[in-house]
């Protein structure tokens, strides 16, 4: 069944009539001048139980460690030790007060779940109606800890006759190949990062071997048609098409640049404390030659007036879809946007790969990755941020104590650039290294975000006792224009012949910013820019 398929069953049944368990979308449309599309009033509200793979999981489930005690029934399985209801008895459960969610056949009583839901209000669009269409598009949710957590608030079967079949593989029937040799997070959507020893093989990372990040599945995206729609909103709004054809009228250029998600080391800042995001390792992160044409030159030709920046943004969609048909959208300062972001087409001398954005994605070098938006649709100068989810409900900034039920995503402010980081690649946490003349060899990479560029890299097998400064690797462009990461390597001497040692790294950047030690003081909720030392052991041989 295909997306649209699925839109149209859903608003055909938006009357929550009896003998269906729909998910309602309701699509009171109006233009948006900002953005230049027709949108869903509830544009932001459908995601639902759908933002991320682990947003179930967190405060409820502390308060409910006793879950699914029967431990034999799978989420969703008619039970015979549980009443029955119709679709229509929960579709009346909609409101703050008493809110049930459907799953299969199972029915949810989730209203004291609802204060600890990461993305607010967004919930209640699901009320009284089945999550699965959503979990269909964002099968990272179907995972043991999160169907252990729902079914923890089970309350009952639904109707033998209720019961929908939500199955809808074609949406993923057109996903591109991908390499093996990635370690997959999550299937649906595709979630993947590269294998700690083969990000330091090369320095631009092999386009099949880049991490790959995806919020919905690939769209399917003839280039021959594609068009960029560009809309600079103003007195008089001014708005241009551009075939790919078009774009090859202005200057080629490239960039060498290190794509990095927000949340790369998550898995080390969940150990503090659990966070909610998926559980990147080392391997959210990696580097290409981006070749395309200049954001500033497309705008300018435009009539954008760059001397009028002071204020606006840039706000970018994409063509990929959720189960709402909300497209993905985030934005950036126009001042920022100016100075370096690419409308890529090609990546390491070769077209887009599908997985990165072909045939056209945005490619905002130094800041996370979410801003440079793939399969890039429309551009929008505005006033205004990006409303979308995507925009004003993740990727913000957070003290280490405040919690889901504290944080106020409207004042917390957007991540745009990224903190100096480092990781150690070769050898890997928990591997045997044979020693060789009292020392052993080690491995990995730094990057800052904001065009810094990496000064120094030392490394530690002491605990910090003593530091010995890492061979560095990098592109030649200077401070401030810096966008790519560094590879680095250092001999490590050993004294006393231990067994195990514990490795240690920390990088500098030219703003002369350093890794702080510890992930305490920098945790926060998303489990974002997670950049504290990092620290492996491995069991030496002699």
């Not at 399985?77 to 703050?96: G, I, M, N």
């Amino acid at each position: 069944m295909s997306l649209k398929t699925l839109l149209l069953r859903n608003l055909i049944r938006n009357s929550k009539i009896t003998n269906f368990a729909p998910i309602v979308i309701q699509r009171q449309s109006y233009y948006n001048n900002n953005e230049r599309h027709y949108w869903s009033s509830s544009r932001n509200t459908a995601v639902a139980l759908i933002a991320s793979a682990s947003v179930l999981i967190g405060t409820a489930a502390k308060d409910r460690e006793n879950v699914n005690k029967k431990g034999d029934v799978e989420a969703g399985e008619k039970r015979s030790d549980l009443p029955t209801f119709t679709a229509e008895e929960v579709s009346k459960h909609d409101s703050k007060k008493s809110f049930w969610v459907i799953y299969k056949h199972g029915v949810y009583d989730v209203t004291s779940f609802l204060p600890s839901h990461p993305g607010g209000e967004q919930i209640f669009n699901a009320g009284g109606l089945s999550v699965e269409p959503f979990w269909n598009v964002y099968g990272m949710h179907k995972t043991k800890e999160i169907f252990e957590l729902l079914e923890s608030y089970r309350i009952g079967n639904l109707r033998d006759e209720d019961v929908v079949d939500h199955t809808d593989d074609e949406f993923w029937a057109k996903e591109p190949y991908r390499d093996k040799r990635l370690i997959v997070k999550t299937a649906k959507p595709f979630n993947a990062e590269i294998p700690p020893k083969l990000q330091v093989e090369h320095f631009n990372t092999p386009n099949e071997l880049f991490y790959v990040r995806q919020h919905m599945p690939v769209p399917d995206i003839n280039e021959n048609d594609h068009k960029l729609t560009v809309t600079i909103v103003g007195k008089t709004t001014k708005v241009k098409e551009f075939t790919l054809e078009d774009l090859k009228k202005f200057k080629p250029v490239e960039i060498n640049a290190a794509l990095m998600c927000a949340g790369n080391r998550r898995s080390e800042m969940n150990k503090v404390k659990p966070v909610k995001g998926l559980s990147w390792s080392t391997g959210a992160i990696s580097n290409a030659a981006w070749r395309g044409v200049l954001l500033r030159d497309v705008l300018l030709h435009c009539g954008l007036d760059d001397d009028d920046v002071d204020g606006k943004h840039v706000i970018l969609t994409g063509a990929d879809t959720d189960a709402t048909g909300a497209q993905f959208s985030t934005s950036l300062p126009l001042r920022d946007a100016l100075r370096s972001v690419l409308l890529a087409t090609h990546m390491n001398g070769a077209p887009l790969p599908p997985d990165h954005g072909r045939p056209l994605r945005a490619v905002a070098p130094g800041a996370p990755a979410v801003r440079s938006v793939k399969w890039l649709q429309s551009i929008t100068i505005s006033t205004e941020e990006s409303s979308s989810h995507w925009h004003q409900k993740d990727y913000r900034s957070f003290n280490p104590s405040t919690t889901w039920e504290t944080a106020d995503f409207s004042t917390a402010p957007p991540v745009y650039s990224l903190p100096v980081t480092s990781a150690i690649c070769d050898p890997e946490d928990g591997e045997t290294v044979t020693v060789k003349d009292g020392h052993i060899e080690v491995r990995g990479y730094a990057y800052s975000g904001g065009g810094a560029r990496v000064v120094r890299v030392d490394v530690s097998a002491d605990g910090g006792a003593s530091w010995r400064e890492a061979r560095l690797r990098q592109h030649a462009a200077p401070p401030a224009r810096h966008y790519a990461w560094t590879l680095w390597s250092a001999r490590l001497p050993l004294a006393h012949a231990p067994s195990q040692v514990e490795i240690w790294v920390k990088a500098t950047d030219s703003n002369f910013n350093t890794q702080p030690e510890k992930f305490d003081d920098i945790w926060n909720i998303r489990g974002i820019l997670s950049n504290a030392y990092h620290k492996i052991k491995v069991n030496l041989k002699y």
